[in-house]
């Protein structure tokens, strides 16, 4: 009950803070994924609906081609708007991952983010990492002050398909009764869904090529854990973005007794972008250790070498192993 009690007088206060000004900048973190894109997005429609007199905009300095479909943000804006402005910083547990970073020279800061606690920071906090996504947040924010705050389809729309992208379809753990409600909640807006998964899920004929590759590509550590490397040559050989290139971890994820699976991504200065992804095992210390970080299961890190390479795969590996050693009854 604590956890509802303090998750109310935080919404509270965030909407508090959203009425006592009338210029607010919106961003989200690099490298933005539906959670990031669908939460700022959705929320400045929702305030400028709500509050046609607030000039609400979303400023980022880096997007994602993939999620175009979901609308353009708004251009950068001189240092002197944010002079006396509010910040709202969604799905960014630490500062260096912020996309916009201008917006630290606002006068005051929401942070609101669904990760586990990495940086203090803000001068209003609402974060709740029990969420499925930063988009379940804003849903729950909309329903709580549907008195308030209005939404319509379109800005129904932006938030599901970041509640959609980020609980992997309402598959991952953190997937709850409140998830579900409130995805409910959003599609009584009307949302078109077949239009929305089309444009999220249809792949290219050329990158089912790419995931035929990886899958060949990979292979699997004595205790199970899958992994496989997206080199630099094999990215301009078929011509993906980085973006497309991350999407390799996913290609991981259903094979029996591998509870942990990585995708190892060469960056183009020759460091390596890992993504951890795993069942029932957590990964994020191992993350950590890994010049990383995030959830549970579903962690990033970088990797500067073969040798911190292969010391990441067996550090999994006996991460695994003992964990297989001390469990039963998983997959
Ligand atoms: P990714 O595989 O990059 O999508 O990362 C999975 C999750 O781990 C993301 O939601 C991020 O919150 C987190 N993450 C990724 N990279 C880092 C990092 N370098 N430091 C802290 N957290 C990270």
């Known amino acids: ?82 002079e006396d402005a509010l910040a709202i910083i969604m799905d960014t547990a630490t500062l260096d991952r912020v996309s916009n970073k201008k917006a630290l020279l606002a006068k005051e800061i929401i942070k609101l983010d669904h990760h586990i606690e990495a940086e203090s920071y803000g001068d209003v906090v609402w974060v709740e990492d029990y969420r499925s996504s930063v ?34 379809r309402f598959q991952f753990a953190e997937t709850s009764g409140d998830t579900l409600r409130l995805a409910g909640f959003l599609l009584d807006f009307g949302i078109d869904t077949t239009t929305l998964y089309a444009n999220l899920y249809l792949e290219d004929f050329s990158f089912q ?27 301009k050989e078929l011509s993906l973005s980085n973006e497309q290139a991350s999407c390799s971890v996913g290609f991981m994820d259903k094979i029996k007794g591998s509870l942990i699976w990585l995708a190892f991504i060469e960056n183009d200065d020759g460091s ?34 073969e040798d911190e390479m292969k010391a990441l795969i067996e550090d999994a590996d006996s991460l695994l192993g003992q964990y297989k050693s001390n469990n039963g009854g998983w997959l």
């Open 1 to 82: 009950m604590t956890k509802e009690k303090s998750g109310m007088e935080a919404k509270k206060a965030v909407l508090d803070k959203i009425k006592q000004y009338d210029k607010i900048v919106i961003t989200r973190h690099l490298r933005p994924d539906g959670d990031a894109i669908g939460s700022t997005k959705g929320l400045c429609n929702a305030l400028r609906l709500s509050f046609p007199n607030k000039d609400v905009r979303v400023i980022n300095c880096d997007y994602s081609q993939h999620l175009a479909f979901l609308g353009s943000e708004d251009p950068q804006v001189d240092d002197s708007f944010y």
């Open 272 to 305: 390596t972008r890992v993504r951890l992804r795993s069942r029932f095992v957590t990964v994020n210390q191992l993350a950590q250790k890994y010049h990383g970080g995030g959830h549970a299961f579903a962690s990033g890190a970088t990797v500067y070498s």
């Open 135 to 168: 988009c379940e947040m804003v849903a729950d924010l909309l329903k709580s002050f549907s008195n308030e705050l209005r939404c319509d389809k379109q800005i129904a729309t932006l938030v599901f398909a970041g509640m959609v992208t980020d609980s992997g």
């Open 209 to 235: 090529k790419f995931k035929a590759k990886v899958i060949e590509n990979m292979d699997i550590t004595k205790n199970g854990v899958a992994y496989t490397y997206v080199s630099q040559n094999m990215q």
